[in-house]
């Protein structure tokens, strides 16, 4: 397992919260159209399924699973604003960093900035809001002429 985490995590640095200030460089120079992969783990519906993702202009315009074997839970999914981007993973960052969490726990990549890695654990003592998050294969798109 760990073993799996230090292969999935290459290209990632961990750093204390305001060491770099990955928000920004990851503004400054995030594409305007990008596709990235994502997988939530937690007590909840859908979990452990990796998504691709299309973002363009801030916003989800496509999402299915990556794997065909999971693609009839594509429509267990009502909207795409249920898939994240990746600056709204910085927001859910910064919300879970305004909290008394009792674990947050981020690794960076170290090429885009984007959260590669987000474990959570939002309220001490309570069961089941624990989650973790993994994001990779994040793709600028170019725009065909």
Not at 2 to 22: E, K, M, Q, R, S
Not at 38 to 45: D, G, L, N, T, V
Not at 91 to 104: D, F, G, N, V
Request: a negative charge; one cysteine or more.
């Amino acid at each position: 397992m760990f073993l799996l985490l230090a292969v999935a995590c290459i290209g990632c640095t961990h750093n204390p919260p305001h060491a770099l200030d990955h928000a920004a460089l990851w503004r400054a120079s995030k594409p305007s159209a990008y596709t990235f992969e994502y997988r939530k783990q937690c007590f909840c519906e859908l979990t452990g399924i990796w998504w691709r993702v299309e973002v363009r202009g801030d916003r989800v315009v496509a999402a299915a699973p990556v794997s065909p074997g999971d693609s009839a839970h594509a429509d267990a999914v009502e909207s795409l604003a249920e898939h994240p981007t990746i600056d709204e993973l910085f927001q859910e960052l910064a919300r879970l960093r305004s909290l008394p969490a009792a674990k947050l726990d981020v690794r960076f990549n170290t090429v885009y900035h984007f959260p590669a890695f987000i474990d959570a654990d939002e309220v001490a003592g309570l069961a089941d809001d624990e989650w973790r998050m993994q994001v990779r294969n994040v793709v600028p798109l170019v725009r065909r002429l």
